[in-house]
């Protein structure tokens, strides 16, 4: 059997640092106390990220220099943020948020490849769909969180989920 279809590129691309698992398990759980998904919604599933690199329709070519650049960026793990408050996204998403100056080695990498890609962003969504009336107590949580600590740098194709996972940082010696 061969591949046949035609199209060479990737719907959307990116390079995503990874929170670790305690992190993770801990904004599932206030999730779980706190969230209130639409049912079927794009966003289930999704893990909370620190968003470096997005690309639109990216030929299959490129994809040496994104594993190129996770390799770069193993060094720089674990990779910690301080967080300076809490911010509201969309009215209905609590985010940590962050000076970027923190991120700028790690775009300064990234820009080298995707020049076009990079994305600077001041804060990492922790709790989404959380209803107005419940944000007091989700910010009392967040609070707590004085440092974003992110455990990998992943590659994903369409989705930041582990279905989508092509390649982590973590992989490399």
């Known amino acids: 059997m061969s591949l046949s279809f035609v199209s060479n590129t990737v719907n959307a691309l990116g390079i995503f640092g990874r929170m670790t ?18 049912e079927n919604d794009d966003a289930i599933g999704i893990f909370n990220h620190l968003s470096l690199v997005i690309g639109r329709d990216v030929p299959v070519g490129e994809m040496p220099k994104y594993l190129d650049l996770l390799k770069e960026l193993k060094p720089h793990l ?3 943020l301080k967080t300076n408050g809490i ?3 969309d ?27 990079v994305v600077t962003t001041h804060y990492t969504k922790s709790v989404w769909y959380v209803p107005e009336e419940r944000q007091g107590e989700v910010r009392e949580q967040l609070r707590k969180i004085d440092e974003m600590i992110f455990g990998d740098f992943i590659l994903v194709a369409n989705r930041q989920d582990d279905a989508n996972t092509v390649y982590s940082s973590n992989r490399y010696h």
């Open 21 to 38: 698992q305690e992190l993770e398990n801990h904004f599932g759980n206030l999730s779980k106390q706190y969230s209130k998904y639409p």
């Open 78 to 80: 674990p990779f910690r």
């Open 87 to 89: 911010i509201v996204i």
């Open 91 to 117: 009215e209905k998403h609590l985010a940590l948020s962050f000076d970027t100056e923190q991120t700028q080695q790690i775009r300064d990498l990234a820009l080298k490849y995707f020049p076009k890609f």
